[in-house]
Each structure stands twice: as C-alpha cells, then as structure tokens.
C-alpha cells in the first residue's frame, strides 16, 4: 500500500514531520515521531520490526552522543548537582538529553520510512515530471544508481581474484587494509564507467531544450490526498497534545 503512493507526496509529509521534531522539543512529541512512521512500516509495509531495530542502531549511537554530551557538559549536571542532592535523573540536562535522543531517533524512523517504501528510480522519475527536475540531472541520478550495484560486484570480483591468486579463502567481512587497497581501482572504474556513460548521454542529445517524453512516471491519486490529509492529521492531533500537556 504504502509503496503505490506517488513518491513526492510521501516526500512532503516526511519532510512536515521532519521540520516538526526539530521544531518541538518535547519527548512525547518525539516518541509520537517515531511510533507512527514505526507503527506504519509494520502494518502496512510488513517491515520486521527486527529489522527497524537494526536500521535505528546507528541513529541511536548519534542520539546516545547527544545524550552523554548533554549530561557530562550540560552546566547543572556538575558536581554542583550532586552536591544539592538532586537525581541525575531528574536534572535538565538529563531531560534535554533524552530528548536529543529521541529527536535523532524520530529523524532516522521518518528517513527509513521513506527510504523502505519508496523505489528510486520511481522517485527520479516523479521528480523530473512533476517537480520538473533537469533531465541531465535526473538521467545522471538513474546511471548512479545502475553505478552502485556494479561497483559492488566490482569490488566482489577482485576481492575473489586476489584471493585466487594468493591461495587463501575469501573472508566473508573484507578487512581495512583490504578495503584501502580497493579504493583505486574501484575509482578508476567509476571514472571509466562515467565517461562512457557521458559519451552516451551525448550521443542521444540529451539537451536542456529537447521535448522528453517520461514514462512509468507515477501520478496523484485520491490515495495520496488520503494518506497526507491523514498524516497531517496525526501529525496536528500529536502537537495539540503536546501543546496541551496530555
């Protein structure tokens, strides 16, 4: 369901959310951020909430900075603090801390949603129709996208001739000096895969001022009113409770 809305209106609507968790700092509000685009993956989208678990790891490494900074340079989280007696889990900084935690959280929640139930190429596509998005732009974006996967493949095969050649069995996880000895000839494939890539862009006279036509580009339903109306809707509902203490 989720993945047959037109991209750009799940665009706007993560984009409202996004602006508000950073605009409200309150924890409730960021724990409505994060459960409803959470709720919505797994209900709709059929995501393994083990899986959301995995994509928020390093989001939540970002919010726990937030948080250990808040507590060890916030000004009455000194010894001050501890000298009045008062619980450090009480104190402000601790408060504004978990709040930073839960914002950096409800960012990555409302990222991944977009990211699980949106196709790229779908998007380039509703961009260059609707949002009127340079084609040299949007044809450079689907050769980066055909560029990504061939670089991995890239990357695998030489790691499995170098292997060959040295008699040793192919480790499962490459490990740093690996991966350094991989930057050059990956790049000086990209270099190569992009000019050949130009010289094609070229010769089919991609210019600025040709008519285009764009196919399999997605369009505005009545489905995609529904779910933005709905999500603004929950999205006001969330900010009159903060706004009200409930």
Known sequence: MLTSLNPLSKLAVCCVWLVAA??????????????APALALVGLHRTSPLVLLALMVPFGLFGFGFLTTSLLFHQESDFALLMAGESLLSSPGF???????????????????????????????????HAKLPPRIGYSLFAALQLVPDLAGEAQQMRLARAMKSG???????????LM?????????AIRRAGRTAIAMEARGLGPDAPRTIMNAPAFEGRDGLFVAAALGLLVLCGAATLMRI
């Not at 408060?95 to 779908?122: E, H, K, N, Q, Y």
């Open 22 to 35: 950073v605009l409200v700092f309150d924890p409730r509000f960021q724990l409505a951020a994060i459960l």
């Open 168 to 178: 040793r069995r192919l480790r499962r996880v490459p490990g740093p000096f690996e």
């Open 181 to 189: 000895s991989l930057v050059i000839p990956l790049l000086a494939f």
């Open 95 to 129: 408060s504004a801390g978990i709040t930073l935690f839960l914002r950096a959280l409800a960012c990555g929640m409302i990222s991944v949603f977009f990211a699980l139930t949106t196709d790229p190429g779908l998007f380039v596509r509703a961009l260059m129709q």
